[in-house]
């Protein structure tokens, strides 16, 4: 059974760090892109940052660049999101999320974790 | 960037009802459409792929169809367990969803 388990949300002060982290399991982890995907409180989805299976292509939303990072060791069959200079418009459930290519444009995601919840408030 | 419109924001049906919810997209994006599920609390679950593909383990009451700018997501006889928010989402240009549309029961 494939498991996304989601980590390392909570309240930080804007400006803050935090780092974030997704457990996979029931699947090869190394063999799948992976996606964080954001929810603000009553509001829609927006996808955050995407990365390779091996890690060497990497991309970002326009809202987070330069001030999200994201990471994966396949060893430990994790992945992460490193957030600095948290904004409270960042407040949001980060999910994780497992993508496919169907197609060459075609890309959806088939798996998702609960979600952790991060709140950037003073 | 792509944006996509969903309609209606929101709608109200009764078990056993067919309903249809609409995306839009503010340009071509081919069949490069994807319907989810959200369940208050929960995450999204993956309906249809590729505009009208029905993803395994979905059932057959779901359908999707459309090409180019306008898609549509049909649930041909409503269930209890369909009250739900769904959303679209276009990969043709990076990723972008729909703003939701929010099933109530009458």
């Known amino acids: 059974e494939v498991q996304l388990v989601e980590s390392g949300g909570g309240l930080v002060q804007p400006g803050g760090s935090l780092r974030l982290s997704c457990a996979a399991s029931?699947?090869?982890?190394?063999?799948?892109?992976m996606n964080w995907v954001r929810q603000a409180p009553g509001k829609g989805l927006e996808w955050v940052s995407y990365?390779?299976?091996?890690?060497?292509?990497?991309y970002y939303a326009d809202s987070v660049k330069g001030r999200f990072t994201i990471s994966r060791d396949n060893a430990k069959n994790s992945l992460y999101l490193q957030m600095n200079s948290l904004r409270a418009e960042d407040t949001a459930v980060y999910y994780c999320?497992?993508?496919?290519?169907?197609?060459?444009?075609?890309?959806?995601?088939?798996?998702w974790g609960q979600g952790t919840l991060v709140t950037v408030s003073s | 960037d792509i944006q996509m419109t969903q309609s209606p924001s929101s709608l109200s049906a009764s078990v056993g009802d067919r309903v249809t919810i609409t995306c839009r997209a503010s340009?071509?994006?081919?069949?490069?459409l994807n319907w989810y599920q959200q369940k208050p609390g929960k995450a999204p679950k993956l309906l249809i792929y590729?505009?009208?593909s029905l993803q395994s383990g979905v059932p057959s009451r779901f359908s999707g169809s459309g090409s180019g700018t306008d898609f549509t997501l049909t649930i041909s006889s409503l269930q209890p367990e369909d009250f739900a928010t769904y959303y679209c989402?276009?990969?043709?240009?990076?990723?972008?969803f729909g703003q939701g549309t929010r099933l109530e029961i009458k």
């Open positions: 999320a497992r993508g496919h290519y169907y197609d060459s444009s075609g890309y959806y995601y088939d798996y």
């Open positions: 029931g699947f090869t982890f190394s063999s799948y892109e």
């Open positions: 990365i390779s299976s091996s890690g060497s292509t990497i």
């Open positions: 340009q071509s994006i081919s069949s490069y």
């Open positions: 590729a505009a009208s």
């Open positions: 989402q276009q990969s043709y240009s990076s990723i972008t």
